[in-house]
């Protein structure tokens, strides 16, 4: 106990934002979340040179080339085995982040960026194209840990104030990847032949640049006093993520997370699972994170070539166009941003998942009506437009943050597993089966994605409470308030039900029934 008299004195949390709070938000993104928008749009431009490199050496191996079908199907490996990756990753960050904490494991992951940079570089000199396979499995592997860890790091250095700013820089940085690969795969810059292996391996440029700087800054204090029970350690981290301040607060505040977790170590997924006190937070992981990608975001991409051409988009100018979307995606990320704070969580993920509706709709409609009406053209370019921007305003990023807001630091590392691994499964899912949904349902394909959102928009409406402004004890008694309240009104309503004497006709008499709604 004698440590605790190195707390500098009570006071009130000074929540400004620090050159050491953006310093870190920005190098775990470009370092990390940047990466997977990159390997996202990178195999998009280099396909057919791709698929050339695989032919040829198959001919130099066995002395014929490959088929249509098998060629289809070693690309269509190329892509999907990055999703498989992705999902192997979300299933070990709880181990990971526990073992060698948060920064610690963004750190300690680099190692897979270089593995995975030099297999898909080095591989057309080798002549093996299960180099290039294996590379995209390994930084699927380092995208699926960085959607989890980079989220849960920033939430739980940032103070409650500035949570939503900071949890939002991932997204924005994921943006900025996909831009970067949609640029470099230009003709004029790496969209060239001989190229590719570069363009493929280049993402190795920001890790480096973050495995510099980051180590030199303070591992998440949250971490060290709730598991690492180090408390100069987290003095020491909270002075230097906070300007000139009295701490004490802030570290009380963890100290009482830590006073109702004395009992409790870190869950694992089942047990999670099976806790009934966290099961409308559960539910409401997995429903964000599966709206999240079945929303359609990534058959948007899939089909936005298809519908610009439509638009009379001349052929040569799509992938400058297409370059254009990824701009209003890092915009419409910068807009979420720096809106959070004001509007709340609740507001960005409904306005988002409501304009990806509307605007999935409106594909519909304007892909079957442009038969008769030539301008209707213009409205589903003006539709992708609008869904790419809703998913960079909310869902593209919220999702991640909201996981990190409504657990304990017991429950944390296994919610990301679950949010994670239901994510890359349902990305997995739209790749499979869009293709098939498109074929069978042609246009029509899109009102599956708009009723989703619209779904998912409801019952963030309806279920999540505002985190804005809050700290994690705070959240979690929102929570706990929540269900025996909704159990209660049922239970009243029952027995009220009950005791209502039936009139002549075998109705029930009318009944004011209030409940508190405090």
């Given at each position: 106990?004698?440590?605790?008299?190195?707390?500098?004195?009570?006071?009130?949390?000074?929540?400004?934002?620090?050159?050491?709070?953006?310093?870190?938000?920005?190098?775990?993104?470009f370092?990390?979340s940047?990466?997977?928008?990159?390997?996202?749009?990178?195999?998009?431009?280099?396909?057919?040179?791709?698929?050339?490199?695989?032919?040829?050496?198959?001919?130099?191996?066995?002395?014929?080339?490959?088929?249509?079908?098998?060629l289809?199907l070693?690309?269509?490996?190329?892509?999907?085995?990055?999703?498989?990756?992705g999902?192997?990753?979300?299933l070990?960050?709880?181990?990971?982040?526990?073992?060698?904490?948060?920064?610690?494991?963004?750190?300690?992951?680099t190692?897979?960026?270089?593995?995975?940079?030099?297999?898909?570089?080095?591989s057309?000199?080798c002549?093996?194209?299960?180099?290039?396979?294996?590379?995209?499995?390994?930084?699927?592997?380092?995208?699926?840990?960085?959607?989890?860890?980079?989220?849960m790091?920033?939430?739980?250095?940032?103070?409650?104030n500035?949570?939503?700013?900071?949890?939002?820089v991932?997204?924005?940085?994921?943006?900025?990847?996909?831009?970067?690969?949609?640029?470099?795969?230009?003709?004029?810059?790496?969209?060239?032949?001989?190229?590719?292996p570069?363009?493929?391996?280049?993402?190795v440029?920001p890790?480096?640049?973050?495995?510099?700087?980051?180590?030199?800054?303070?591992?998440?204090?949250?971490?060290?006093?709730?598991?690492?029970?180090?408390?100069?350690?987290?003095?020491?981290?909270?002075?230097?993520?906070r300007?000139?301040?009295?701490?004490?607060?802030e570290i009380?505040?963890?100290?009482e997370?830590?006073?109702?977790?004395?009992?409790?170590?870190?869950l694992?997924?089942?047990?999670?699972?099976?806790?009934?006190t966290?099961?409308?937070?559960?539910?409401?992981?997995?429903?964000?994170?599966?709206?999240?990608q079945?929303?359609?975001?990534?058959?948007?991409?899939?089909?936005?070539n298809d519908?610009f051409?439509?638009?009379?988009?001349?052929?040569?100018?799509i992938?400058?166009t297409?370059?254009?979307?990824?701009v209003?995606e890092i915009?419409?990320?910068?807009?979420?941003?720096f809106?959070?704070e004001?509007?709340?969580?609740?507001p960005?993920?409904?306005?988002?998942?409501?304009?990806?509706?509307?605007?999935?709709?409106?594909?519909?409609?304007?892909?079957?009506?442009?038969?008769?009406?030539?301008?209707?053209?213009?409205i589903?370019?003006?539709?992708?437009?609008?869904?790419?921007?809703?998913?960079?305003?909310?869902?593209?990023?919220v999702?991640?943050?909201?996981?990190?807001?409504?657990?304990?630091?017991?429950h944390?590392p296994?919610?990301?597993?679950?949010?994670?691994?239901?994510n890359?499964?349902?990305?997995?899912?739209?790749?499979?089966?869009?293709?098939?949904?498109?074929?069978?349902?042609g246009s029509y394909?899109?009102?599956v994605?708009?009723?989703?959102?619209?779904?998912?928009?409801v019952?963030v409406y309806?279920?999540?409470?505002?985190?804005?402004?809050?700290?994690?004890m705070?959240?979690?008694?929102?929570?706990?308030?929540k269900?025996?309240?909704?159990?209660?009104?049922?239970?009243?309503?029952?027995?009220?039900?009950k005791?209502?004497?039936?009139?002549?006709?075998?109705?029930?008499?009318?009944?004011s029934?209030?409940?508190?709604?405090s």
């Amino acid at each position: 106990m004698a440590e605790e008299v190195l707390i500098p004195p009570a006071g009130k949390i000074t929540a400004h934002l620090t050159g050491s709070l953006l310093a870190v938000a920005f190098l775990t993104s470009f370092g990390s979340s940047m990466l997977y928008g990159y390997n996202l749009a990178v195999v998009n431009s280099p396909a057919m040179y791709i698929k050339s490199f695989y032919n040829k050496t198959a001919l130099s191996r066995n002395g014929k080339g490959l088929s249509g079908e098998t060629l289809t199907l070693m690309y269509s490996l190329t892509v999907s085995i990055f999703a498989i990756g992705g999902l192997l990753g979300s299933l070990i960050v709880g181990v990971l982040v526990t073992r060698f904490g948060r920064k610690g494991t963004v750190v300690n992951t680099t190692v897979l960026v270089f593995i995975a940079s030099s297999l898909m570089g080095f591989s057309r000199s080798c002549g093996s194209p299960e180099m290039v396979i294996l590379g995209r499995f390994i930084t699927g592997i380092h995208s699926g840990i960085s959607l989890s860890v980079v989220p849960m790091y920033l939430g739980e250095i940032a103070p409650k104030n500035l949570r939503g700013f900071l949890g939002l820089v991932p997204s924005i940085f994921i943006g900025i990847g996909v831009f970067t690969a949609q640029i470099l795969g230009l003709h004029e810059l790496l969209g060239k032949e001989e190229h590719w292996p570069l363009f493929l391996s280049v993402l190795v440029v920001p890790t480096i640049i973050q495995l510099m700087l980051l180590p030199w800054f303070p591992e998440s204090p949250r971490y060290l006093l709730i598991e690492k029970h180090n408390v100069h350690a987290t003095i020491t981290a909270l002075k230097w993520y906070r300007a000139k301040c009295n701490i004490q607060a802030e570290i009380e505040e963890m100290q009482e997370e830590q006073r109702s977790l004395s009992s409790t170590k870190t869950l694992s997924v089942w047990n999670l699972l099976h806790d009934h006190t966290v099961r409308w937070q559960v539910l409401t992981v997995m429903v964000i994170n599966i709206g999240m990608q079945l929303s359609g975001i990534d058959a948007i991409w899939f089909y936005t070539n298809d519908i610009f051409e439509n638009a009379g988009i001349p052929v040569l100018e799509i992938p400058y166009t297409t370059a254009g979307t990824g701009v209003i995606e890092i915009i419409a990320g910068l807009i979420g941003c720096f809106t959070i704070e004001k509007l709340g969580r609740k507001p960005l993920m409904i306005g988002g998942f409501t304009m990806m509706g509307v605007c999935s709709a409106g594909i519909t409609f304007s892909l079957i009506l442009q038969i008769n009406l030539p301008f209707m053209r213009y409205i589903s370019v003006g539709c992708v437009v609008g869904i790419i921007a809703g998913f960079c305003i909310g869902p593209a990023g919220v999702p991640f943050l909201v996981t990190a807001e409504l657990f304990k630091q017991s429950h944390r590392p296994a919610a990301y597993i679950v949010g994670g691994s239901l994510n890359w499964l349902s990305n997995f899912t739209v790749g499979f089966v869009f293709p098939f949904l498109q074929m069978s349902a042609g246009s029509y394909c899109y009102l599956v994605f708009a009723s989703i959102c619209l779904s998912v928009a409801v019952y963030v409406y309806a279920v999540i409470p505002e985190t804005k402004n809050k700290t994690f004890m705070e959240i979690s008694q929102l929570f706990a308030k929540k269900e025996p309240v909704l159990e209660t009104e049922c239970l009243l309503l029952v027995d009220q039900m009950k005791l209502n004497k039936m009139n002549g006709y075998g109705v029930l008499k009318p009944a004011s029934l209030t409940f508190d709604s405090s």
